[in-house]
């Protein structure tokens, strides 16, 4: 294929036998149209501007003449080339709709009028929203990826913002995936594999971004992220390997050259990194373009991304081991305690012009389970250029840097960036991870780290720059507390004021204020603030978008919350439903499919069938086919009453479930002992005993096939620390200490309950035991096949 613009494609010579043939004619009788940056040529050949267009078809595509230029105009969608961008030059009223419905110029013309814009793209058919909705995405890679101009990237957001809907999502784990932006999903996010983990899914409009790891690009909504999922890690150790085997190696090898000391009063020392090929497949990694704005974008310019490498970490950290740096930090003090550079990666990169990266503290690293700590920041520059300063810690600057110069500095320093005058600034920075056994939990920290936390994903969804800035600021002040930095200067939260389902509550992100007055149960204020905190999903829609929100503007003394609350409340709100026995035998009423028999699927005699029962016989599928009833089946519906109690003991064992939109809450599993409110874990339960089949099931389908997944409720597992809790006369205040500095909790808020039922057709569905962790719970038993 062409490497540039001025190279050509032959393929073989065309004949008028196929329909791609038939359909190609008919476009060039039509002007010969052809997307941006591409060129089809009298003979047949083509060109395409690789510096602009990222092409991922196979081969036998490349290589099919005919099939190409169906691409290239426009005349056959995909998603294995792009950007495709079609102009307005000879567009018309006769021009192909797979062109014109993604042109720029009906484009124009849908958003000069925003209002019928709009409902001119509901009017649409399906097919027709397919062209247009490609079209935006290819537009949206264009602007990504720095090619358009600004009147493309204006009519771009005013075209995004008509668009209230994806067309044709695909769910994730619960969470809706679009392949191109509109209105709401404006976030983009990269997911490996996506393919696997959706194989009965239409994921062909989907951009592939690259090979290994095979890495997609989706749009989400901001609503649906939270503390967990903000950031967008990507692994790149299979892009490693097959780079490294496309240069012949066999691991990654670099050093790093004697170290200086700039300045003899501060821990910042400076070197250059070694080996031609580590330094030119960092530099590599910038042409990858997975780069993102940063969420700290107030406070600091440029984008970036952030990986995870271990073949790079492991690296990195033999080269600071053998480089004889580590002997001159604190002395060689710390040399014992170091053990390895962080495999998280982040991924910078700064054009002349862009805002400065504000004095800062970088937040550590910290894994308090095996006593792990980050206390050095080691920043790599993939490219060199100048600027008063380039970089400054503490008072020490750089005006220039050379490429592949490293300067390692101890985290206590602030610090602050600017991009170079000429030339792209392209850095990578991480920190080096040393033991320390005298590592203890701060309080304080902890809930100023929290408050950063939550604000910075509620400043995402609510695409509000004050909560950001202040996200910053609780970061800030965290780290320099964790250094011992802070001066005397007070700690001032900022506070949402939000409303579910009638229940007012006040947070700033680690507390959270509930009107005792309103008659509310505090377990409904445990699992409100729960659900807040982590934006668990209620429905199909995450928490916080169920919320209404606003951020109070008065400054509030945590002591007068209270009558801040008690001007907004509503007395006598009603609190939550309460999970009982007859709610969950209500959901287990039994098998809801009526008895058909499958005489579709009967290739025997007629005169056969009167043999059978009409409503079914319930002794074998082998003896009874095509009238095998598995309702009356003994051993099937033995089956079916050990699923029931599974499923039921489950639900019982919940601390919350969800039904729909509405909140279930178990009170005998949200225990309040002292100042502390504990969320239970459903327990494991016991192993389901074996069952004895009769021996006349000879064939397959054996009877636990017959039991079917019906339905799944909603049912949240949350592995927390305790809730604590203080009384006041006026109000509840809850604290969420979920971040113990950055001890995380586990929350798995997609998972579910399965509900049993029976089928007559088991190979149509999925079988009640995939939903069951047969190591946990023994399920494993009921299928072993024991014959009397």
């Not at 710390?334 to 862009?354: H, Q």
Request: a negative charge.
């Amino acid at each position: 294929m062409a490497n540039n613009p001025s190279e050509r494609v032959s393929g073989p010579t065309r004949q008028n036998n196929s329909d791609q043939d038939v359909a190609l004619d008919g476009a060039v009788q039509q002007g010969g149209l052809c997307a941006r940056w591409c060129t089809i040529h009298q003979d047949g050949t083509f060109s395409i501007d690789e510096s602009k267009i990222k092409c991922f078809l196979p081969t036998e595509k490349r290589e099919n003449t005919a099939l190409m230029q169906l691409y290239l105009r426009g005349l056959e969608p995909t998603a294995e080339i792009y950007p495709l961008i079609f102009d307005g030059q000879n567009i018309d009223s006769s021009t192909p709709e797979s062109v014109r419905l993604r042109s720029l110029a009906f484009f124009r013309d849908l958003v000069s009028n925003p209002t019928l814009g709009a409902t001119n793209i509901d009017a649409l058919e399906s097919k027709q929203r397919l062209v247009l909705a490609t079209g935006v995405r290819d537009l949206f890679i264009a602007d990504y990826h720095g090619l358009l101009v600004e009147n493309e990237r204006k009519l771009l957001k005013e075209l995004v913002g008509i668009i209230k809907m994806p067309l044709d999502p695909i769910y994730l784990n619960e969470t809706m995936l679009s392949f191109h932006p509109s209105a709401e999903f404006t976030c983009v996010k990269f997911i490996e594999d996506l393919d696997g983990k959706l194989q009965d899914k239409n994921i062909q409009p989907f951009i592939r971004c690259l090979i290994a790891p095979r890495l997609f690009a989706v749009f989400v909504r901001a609503a649906d992220l939270s503390y967990h999922n903000f950031e967008n890690i990507v692994h790149l150790d299979s892009w490693f390997e097959a780079s490294m085997a496309d240069h012949g190696q066999d691991g990654l090898e670099t050093s790093l050259s004697e170290s200086t000391q700039p300045s003899a009063k501060h821990e910042i020392y400076t070197c250059k990194l070694q080996g031609g090929t580590t330094g030119a497949l960092l530099n590599s990694l910038s042409s990858l373009d997975l780069y993102v704005p940063p969420l700290n974008k107030e406070t600091r310019g440029g984008d970036r991304f952030i990986f995870h490498s271990s073949i790079l970490s492991k690296a990195l950290t033999n080269a600071v081991r053998s480089s004889g740096t580590l002997d001159k930090i604190r002395k060689g003090g710390l040399r014992s305690s170091f053990e390895f550079v962080n495999y998280i990666f982040r991924y910078n990169r700064f054009a002349p012009g862009d805002g400065n990266f504000e004095s800062h503290l970088d937040t550590p690293y910290y894994d308090s389970t095996r006593s792990h700590v980050s206390k050095y920041t080691l920043l790599i520059y993939i490219s060199g250029g100048h600027n008063n300063p380039v970089l400054r810690v503490n008072d020490v600057s750089f005006n220039d840097v050379e490429e592949m110069s490293c300067v390692l500095f101890n985290q206590s320093y602030e610090h602050e960036g600017r991009a170079f005058l000429n030339g792209s600034k392209i850095f990578l920075r991480t920190e080096l991870i040393f033991k320390d056994t005298d590592l203890h939990h701060d309080p304080t920290i902890g809930r100023i780290f929290s408050e950063a936390c939550y604000m910075t994903s509620q400043s995402v969804f609510d695409q509000d720059p004050s909560l950001s800035l202040h996200a910053h600021k609780c970061f800030e002040r965290a780290n320099a507390l964790h250094w011992g930095l802070e001066g005397t200067a007070s700690h001032r939260s900022v506070y949402l004021w939000k409303q579910f389902q009638g229940m007012n509550f006040v947070t700033n992100g680690y507390n959270y204020w509930f009107d005792r007055n309103t008659g509310t149960d505090l377990r409904d204020c445990a699992v409100v603030a729960t659900l807040d905190y982590l934006n668990c999903n209620v429905g199909s829609r995450p928490f916080r978008s169920r919320c209404a929100s606003k951020k109070i503007e008065e400054k509030i003394p945590d002591g007068e919350i209270w009558t801040f609350l008690s001007s907004r409340m509503r007395k006598g709100v009603k609190g939550f439903r309460r999970l009982t026995e007859s709610t969950v035998d209500s959901l287990l009423e039994g098998p809801s499919k009526p008895f058909t028999g499958r005489l579709d699927d009967w290739d025997g005699e007629e005169d056969e069938l009167p043999e059978f029962e009409q409503d079914g016989d319930g002794c074998c599928p082998m003896h009874s086919f095509p009238m095998f009833n598995p309702a009356k089946s003994a051993e099937v519906m033995e089956c079916y009453r050990l699923c029931r109690n599974y499923s039921r003991k489950r639900l019982l064992s919940a601390p919350l479930i969800l039904l729909g939109n509405e909140v279930t809450i178990n009170d005998d599993n949200i225990k309040i002992a002292g100042d502390k409110i504990f969320i239970l874990r459903d327990n494991q339960q016991s192993p389901l005993p074996p069952i004895n089949f009769a021996a006349c099931w000879g064939d397959e389908p054996m009877p636990p096939e017959f039991v079917v997944i019906g339905s799944e409720i909603p049912a949240p597992d949350l592995l927390l620390p305790p809730i604590t809790f203080r009384e006041f006369e006026e109000v509840y205040q809850l604290s969420l200490d979920f971040f113990r500095n950055d001890w995380m909790l586990r929350v798995d808020d997609k998972r579910t309950i399965p509900v049993p039922d029976l089928t007559e057709k088991p190979e149509d569905e999925t079988p009640f035991s995939e939903k069951i962790p047969e190591t946990a719970d023994g399920m494993e038993k009921i299928f072993e096949y024991h014959f009397e």
